[in-house]
């Protein structure tokens, strides 16, 4: 990696920096396209009333999820950390930390949850017969657009400032002077 050691952790120079926030920023919007393409087919798979459709709707969500959703994640997951570690951007930020756990816990449901129940789904659906589908397909691509749209606020309006532990010491206020 591009980087000079510095005490234990990494500086990413501007080429590597620049490759790598391209890669991050890439990888998180795919993400969350992926995620919007996910509502989008699980809507028309619950409301269709033409089995073919809905088949061809299921078929697609559990296609697109397990193909592309691990890539995608992994990605924006590997890249966010070497950022994080190659960057001022650390964990000492409450802003960073939060959507390193947003984005783990995402990535976790992607891989053990998302994607098995996308497959599951796909499986029990047949063109010649129109199914009752649990809400629950729409559920996992609601919470994930809503997860990755809070990234895309917390990496833009950075709130919260860094966090007091991270500071070194805590700030004790100057004792107040008299004016004489």
């Given at each position: 990696m591009a980087g000079a050691i510095v005490k234990g952790m990494f500086k990413l120079r501007r080429p590597a920096y620049r490759a790598v926030i391209i890669v991050h920023v890439a990888a998180s919007v795919a993400w969350l396209g992926l995620s919007l393409c996910l509502l989008v087919l699980g809507v028309w798979a619950t409301t269709t009333q033409a089995p073919a459709e809905q088949y061809a709707a299921g078929t697609a969500m559990s296609t697109l999820a397990g193909t592309l959703a691990i890539p995608f994640g992994a990605i924006a997951l590997v890249s966010g950390i070497v950022l994080m570690l190659g960057t001022k951007w650390?964990?000492?930020?409450?802003w960073v930390a939060v959507?390193?756990?947003?984005?783990?816990?995402?990535f976790a449901l992607t891989v053990f949850s998302l994607r098995p129940g996308l497959a599951a789904t796909a499986a029990s659906l047949d063109p010649a017969s129109l199914q009752v589908l649990d809400s629950q397909i729409l559920a996992a691509p609601i919470v994930s657009s809503a997860i990755y749209l809070g990234a895309v606020v917390l990496s833009y309006v950075k709130p919260w400032g860094r966090r007091r532990a991270a500071l070194g010491r805590a700030r004790v206020p100057a004792p107040a002077r008299s004016a004489r």
């Open positions: 650390s964990l000492a930020y409450t959507k390193l756990v947003a984005t783990a816990i995402a």
